[in-house]
């Protein structure tokens, strides 16, 4: 297993912007599949957004796709979630994920995870 730390969550105003980050203390960041997952009071933890390791491809949820962007640094271990067009359905703890391989998008295929960063959208 890694150490996972996100960051930068807030509150923010319907229709604004944020970025969530996460660094990991892992030795092989490159190969592992990062993946942020959100849960709401009262709800399953739920997939966002997912980082391949190697080709670096990525995959979304329907219900953020077009408005969040994954993208890693490996030199820095580093991966980082850009949302825009924030609306209160995105309210949420927001949590980053490690696995060795695979592209899951099941919370249970992980068994990495950071503390969660709270992330709030006010309408």
């Known amino acids: 297993q890694v150490q996972l730390a996100e960051s930068g969550g807030g509150l923010v105003q319907d229709g604004e912007s944020l970025t969530l980050s996460c660094v990991s203390s892992?030795?092989?960041?490159?190969?592992?599949?990062m993946a942020w997952f959100r849960q709401a009071p009262g709800k399953e933890r739920e997939f966002v957004a997912l980082?391949?390791?190697?080709?670096?491809?990525?995959y979304y949820a329907d219900s953020v796709n077009s408005r969040f962007t994954i993208s890693r640094d490996n030199a820095k271990n580093t991966v980082n979630l850009q949302m825009n067009s924030l609306k209160s359905d995105d309210t949420a703890v927001y949590y980053c994920?490690?696995?060795?391989?695979?592209?899951?998008?099941?919370?249970?295929?992980?068994?990495?995870w950071g503390q969660g960063t709270q992330v709030t959208v006010s309408s």
């Open positions: 994920a490690a696995a060795p391989y695979g592209g899951f998008t099941t919370a249970a295929a992980y068994k990495s």
């Open positions: 892992g030795r092989t960041f490159s190969t592992y599949t």
């Open positions: 980082s391949r390791g190697g080709s670096g491809s990525t």
